[in-house]
């Protein structure tokens, strides 16, 4: 593996992205059709597959998504935003990937990866994130399995050995095979951040007062 290829960024960090600008248009269906992603952001596969079938495939979302057991009912950020999510409810394969843009990291000394995860559904199979480095595939640098609770949660990833690098991410979400056509897959992503960790507050003494009560 080569680490001085030359690839051109398209973002420099710090990088956020909550996918609420006009360049992100939630799809419309049961099947969320017809929406789009800012050119910066690729997607494979399409939406639709050469012959007209709906495949499984990253869009954007706002509200409840089709499902009703599977996917958030708002976005992160605000609750009425929006957010990318795998539209399972019909599908033609197992996974489905979307590309964020190169992000340079030479102005971050301690970078890391954020985002918020929502990933419930019973046909849930494996979410993943692989990293690309200079242009290069360097594997996956998160991975969780199966259904989560009906939530957003957080998830951090150090990027410490790329720093100085430029990186794009891929977020892949695989749908269970032996349960076609449920529809109950449909993992989101939002508030993506590329940045140094944020500064925590110093602690303070917390007193905890013991309850007898017997539940």
């Not at 990186?167 to 749908?175: E, L, T």
């Not at 529809?183 to 590329?194: Q, T």
């Amino acid at each position: 593996v080569h680490l001085n290829a030359q690839v051109t960024a398209d973002f420099t960090a710090p990088f956020h992205e909550n996918f609420d600008s006009l360049n992100f248009v939630t799809g419309i269906g049961g099947n969320n059709l017809n929406g789009s992603l800012d050119s910066n952001w690729n997607v494979t596969p399409a939406e639709l597959a050469s012959n007209g079938t709906t495949q499984y495939f990253w869009g954007t979302g706002s509200g409840l998504t089709p499902s009703l057991f599977s996917g958030p009912s708002g976005d992160h950020t605000t609750g009425n935003g929006q957010y990318l999510y795998a539209e399972a409810s019909n599908y033609s394969q197992d996974r489905a990937k979307v590309i964020t843009p190169y992000i340079d990291l030479d102005t971050l000394s301690n970078p890391e990866l954020s985002f918020y995860k929502h990933q419930y559904g019973s046909d849930i199979y494996d979410f993943s994130v692989q990293i690309v480095v200079n242009g290069f595939w360097f594997g996956s640098i998160y991975n969780s399995s199966g259904s989560r609770p009906n939530l957003w949660e957080k998830v951090t990833v150090p990027l410490s050995q790329y720093a100085g690098s430029t990186v794009a991410f891929i977020f892949i979400a695989w749908r269970n095979s032996s349960s076609p056509g449920n529809g109950l897959a449909d993992i989101a992503i939002d508030d993506v951040r590329i940045d140094n960790p944020r500064n925590c507050p110093a602690p303070f003494a917390q007193q905890v007062q013991s309850i007898n009560n017997t539940f």
